[in-house]
């Protein structure tokens, strides 16, 4: 019994018998094709930028709504007041840090400022960014592919318009990279061309691409992946699925089907159920894990869009509301900007005027 569901929404009268493999012979770079239908029309894919691929997580984030609010505040060494501890609740709320984190970190501020603990701005700063550290060193668990239950199986969920098939193309670039042999599923069968993208980034990569037409049965076409994946001896499949809302009754149960059908080859999969978040969207991006927690066994976050004018807090609210895992973090468009979320290099990004030294990107 697949046990991934907390709830189990309705689910179509449909058989879940095993699916048969209609999958051609494919050498890696091909797209496995179980339909013979004409694909649907499909707007290019945008190539990643070529941009430097070294850049540090400060040149990333450093004009994020959170970062800028900061250096202002901070810039002209502020007198240690109430009006300051008001200034930074502002600039902590209006950053997406949520309303439970911010009063939490400002009162915590605000008893050690009455003690006269701090001798200066610095030295409270010097405070905030370790309470912001221990806010979400705890959720900075990378992801472990574990060889032993190859092929590992990582289901990815969430909205549409979250960034979902362009992280999974960055992630496929990622492992590959890292010396893994891994497939790709087109799972998302719901939305237009949201195959054919996929096939995009498979040929970009280099990776097979299992797929059907629009509107095919996705659970079938997961299930051909994972056939195809163990009969090859890959380490790694990265199953698509389509974009859906909690309140998409069919689409929830489509989950519900594709893992157990997963179950009929290996009981244990999906081993990652990673959903993807759009770290722009802040309060939005609270409720969507929330509601997909009351659906599915989420064991991982990617919050993606944290580049360029995002507000950046949201991390700590998901952080402190959920304690799930935060695997990656999108920091821009070029294939290396899918990063493994570094606390310490994503807090001093935040707070660049304590002057941490550069750390390496993982």
């Given amino acids: ?25 494919t050498v890696v770079g091909a797209v496995v094709e179980a339909a013979t239908e004409a694909p649907a029309a499909v707007a290019p894919v945008a ?31 502020p007198k240690l007041d109430d009006a ?20 939490a970190l400002v009162e915590d501020l605000r008893r050690r400022m009455r003690a006269r603990e701090f001798g200066d701005a610095l030295a409270l700063q010097r405070h905030l960014r370790a309470q912001l550290l221990a806010m979400i ?29 362009t992280t999974i193309g960055k992630l496929a670039h990622r492992f590959q990279r890292d010396g893994l042999k891994l497939a790709l599923a087109a799972g998302d069968t719901f939305r237009a061309a949201a195959v054919e993208q ?25 299930f051909d992946a994972l056939q195809a994946a163990k009969s090859r001896g890959l380490d790694l499949l990265i199953a698509d699925t389509a974009g859906r809302l909690h309140t998409q009754q069919g689409l929830m149960a489509e989950l519900s089907k594709v ?66 895992p ?16 570094d606390p310490e290099a994503f807090v001093d990004a935040l707070l660049p005027e304590l002057g941490a030294p550069e750390r390496a990107d993982p």
Avoid at 48 to 67: D, I, M, N
Avoid at 93 to 100: E, F, K, N, R, S
Avoid at 198 to 215: F, P, S
């Fill in 84 to 103: 300051l501890l008001d200034e930074i609740e502002t600039v902590l709320l209006g950053a997406d840090v949520g309303v439970t984190a911010t009063e």
């Fill in 1 to 25: 019994m697949f046990d991934w569901l907390k709830k189990k929404a309705a689910v179509p009268a449909k058989t879940d018998a095993a699916p048969t493999e209609t999958a051609a012979e």
């Fill in 137 to 165: 060193q705890p959720v900075a668990r990378p992801l472990d592919v574990d060889a032993s239950k190859a092929p590992f199986v990582i289901l990815t969920v969430g909205v549409n318009g979250v960034g979902k098939t």
């Fill in 259 to 324: 893992g157990r059908v997963l179950a009929k080859i290996d009981a244990s999969a999906p081993h990652e159920v990673l959903m993807v978040i759009d770290g722009t969207t802040g309060q939005n991006a609270v409720n969507q894990v929330r509601q997909f927690l009351a659906a599915a066994k989420v064991t991982g976050l990617v919050v993606t869009k944290l580049d360029g004018s995002a507000k950046g807090g949201v991390v700590f609210a998901l952080a402190r509301e959920f304690g799930l």
């Fill in 198 to 222: 996929l096939k995009v980034w498979g040929e970009r990569n280099g990776v097979t691409v299992v797929a059907q037409g629009q509107n095919a049965d996705a659970a079938a076409v997961i």
């Fill in 47 to 77: 190539e990643p930028a070529a941009g430097p691929t070294g850049a540090s997580w400060w040149q990333k984030l450093r004009q994020s709504r959170f970062a800028t609010g900061l250096r202002g505040l901070f810039s002209s060494n």
């Fill in 326 to 341: 935060i695997r990656f973090v999108g920091l821009g468009e070029t294939m290396e900007d899918l990063r493994v979320f």
